[in-house]
Structures are given as structure tokens and as C-alpha cells.
């Protein structure tokens, strides 16, 4: 079965770091755009990077814009979210999905993503 599943997350102080993995099982993910989304509670769901096949990255949040970093590793068939200078408002559930890429943008579209992971909770608190 296609499928995304997210690790990494867990419990850190403002400041710190982490680092989220999005693994595909059931497909190979090189060819296709990844997006990071994330919950917390009482909140919808918004976009927060997602990356193309080509490697470029698209921020849609900019409340992580300078601390989150979206990469790829088709080897390991991962797509990695590296979050830096964690706040308490980045705490939620983090997942992962396959998105549409729109060519002529360049630009992943964050409506439609499909094998969706799980989710991975990450807490940011003193």
C-alpha cells in the first residue's frame, strides 16, 4: 500500500531542533513533490514547505520562513524537515503528503496532497 510515514518528532525547549523524516513505502518518491503540513490543536491544517522533484522549495508559511528547511534524499527515498529555532507555536502534529507541481509556477500546489503520513507531534515548551 502507498504510503508516507513521518518520524522525528518529540518534545523540545524554545530554541531548539529537530529534525522530521517523511519516508515512502509502497512507491518511490523521486519523482514526486512533498509537502510538509502541520496541525495544532483547535487550528486547521496549514502548508508549511514543500519540495520538488528538482529540488526547490516552496515556503508557505512564514512564521517558519529563515528556521525550517525542506531537503531530499532519493536514495533514501526520505524528505527531511529541518526545523531550527523552535518556538512554542510550532508545536503540532507534522505531517507529510504527496502534492501537485505546477510547472509553469514552479510551485508546489498544497490543495489535492494524497498519502498522507500519519503524523508526527512535535511539542516546543519550557
Known amino acids: 500500500q502507498l504510503q508516507l510515514v513521518e518520524s522525528g518528532g518529540g518534545l523540545v525547549q524554545p530554541g531548539g531542533s529537530l529534525r522530521l523524516s517523511c519516508a515512502a513505502s509502497?512507491?518511490?518518491?523521486?519523482?514526486?513533490?512533498i509537502g510538509w503540513f502541520r496541525q495544532a490543536p483547535g487550528k486547521e491544517r496549514e502548508g508549511v514547505l514543500c519540495?520538488?522533484?528538482?529540488?526547490?522549495?516552496?515556503n508557505y508559511a512564514d512564521s517558519v520562513k529563515g528556521r525550517f528547511t525542506i531537503s531530499r534524499d532519493n536514495a533514501k527515498n526520505t524528505v527531511y524537515l529541518q526545523m531550527n529555532n523552535l518556538k512554542p507555536e510550532d508545536t503540532a502534529v507534522y505531517y507529510c503528503?504527496?502534492?501537485?507541481?505546477?510547472?509553469?509556477?514552479?510551485?508546489?500546489?498544497?490543495?489535492?496532497?494524497?498519502?498522507w503520513g500519519q503524523g508526527t507531534q512535535v511539542t516546543v515548551s519550557s
Open positions: 503528503a504527496v502534492v501537485p507541481f505546477q510547472s509553469v509556477s514552479a510551485q508546489c500546489i498544497m490543495t489535492g496532497a494524497k498519502y
Open positions: 519540495i520538488s522533484s528538482s529540488g526547490s522549495s516552496t
Open positions: 509502497g512507491f518511490t518518491l523521486d519523482r514526486d513533490a
